[in-house]
Each structure stands twice: as C-alpha cells, then as structure tokens.
C-alpha cells in the first residue's frame, strides 16, 4: 500500500509515544508526512514504512528546502477557467 503515493507502508504497525528511542525530523511544507524514527523503525503520519520511503522523504525535505522545487507537486496552481 501507498501513502501519498510515494512512500510503501510495510505494515499495520502505528507509532506510540511511549517508545524507547524517537526521533522527529525536520520536516517541511511541500512535503507531504512528518517523518519519526522509534525503536521498531520508520514512521510517517504514523505509518510504519520501509527505510527506501525514509530516505526519500529526508531527500525531498533537503531539496525543498534548498529553493522549494518541490512545491508545484505537492500544491499544484488552481485551474482557472
């Protein structure tokens, strides 16, 4: 199953705010999901993913960052008509 399209989810497992080990990281606004990082793995809006869907959502949040060339993906323009 996809999230966003873009990240694989690898199960049913949900974050818990109880773990041993969590880490948030920086996240931005044109991409979607907030990553974390527990002791059981990877996690974005609280879905376990694989460490392939991790690396891409740390690279898309670089590349957004450096001059928001992600944006028009994620928010694309209004149609006019």
Do not use: C
Not at 39 to 48: E, L, P, Q, S, V
Request: charged share 25%; aromatic share 12%.
């Amino acid at each position: 199953m996809k999230l966003y399209n873009l990240y694989s989810i690898v199960s049913n497992k949900t974050v818990r705010h109880n773990e041993r080990f969590y880490k948030r990281y920086p996240s931005h606004k044109f991409v979607p999901g907030i990553l974390v990082q527990t002791n059981r793995g990877f996690f974005i809006d609280g879905k376990h993913v694989d460490v392939k869907s991790a690396t891409l959502h740390q690279d898309l949040v670089s590349s957004a960052k450096k001059g928001g060339i992600t944006a028009p993906m994620w928010n694309p323009e209004p149609k006019s008509e």
